[in-house]
């Protein structure tokens, strides 16, 4: 499960995972405020936001600085920062203060191969009974890619939702994996195709069956 916390935030007092509740969370942090790899993620999650919020999934955000940083960040991404050709850029995510270090430590965010006094770029992702289901970590110097962060809740939203698992590299759209027999049926029915919804498979343990794009990304 999620660590609990409560926490100062630009947009007001949080209590997490609580106040998430029946919301997908992504919980990421950054190594500090005013610097260039950040911007540009904080700049690009902003743009996002709303893709986000359309597939049930809030941002919040964190760093070990202080509140009065971060406002002062935003605030300065918003009238000077242009990125992409975006510019005015607002940021309506919370971003949580954590000068203590204490959520970070919590969760494993402070790396200390990588920095003892900074975050390292973590990435949760918290379904709504709040309990993580992946997480991936990126080291100071590489920015994330937020399509693959979206693609990781399509995906797991799908797997929950149709009980299947998505093959590599999958997209929306594409085939999907259906679990090994003793969850799905019986093996001999499976590989004669008496399943029905296109199922195919190459083997007892290898069948795979289309998922329309509409019924994936359908809410
Ligand atoms: C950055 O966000 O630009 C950054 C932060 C810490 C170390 C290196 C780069």
Redesign the pocket.
Known sequence: MAPAFKAVTTQGNIQFPADYKGKWVILFS???DF?????S?FMTFAKMQQEFRNLNTELVGLSVDGLYSHIAWLRTIKEKIEFRGWKNVEVKFPLVEDITMEVARQYGMIQPGE?ST?AVRAVFFIDPEGKIRAIIYYP??LGRNFEELKRVIIGLQTADKYSIATPADWKPGEDVIVPPAGSCGVAEDRMAGKENGGLYCKDWFFCMKPLPKEKVLAS
């Open positions: 950054h190594p500090a610097t260039p790899v950040c911007t993620e920095s900074k100071l110097s």
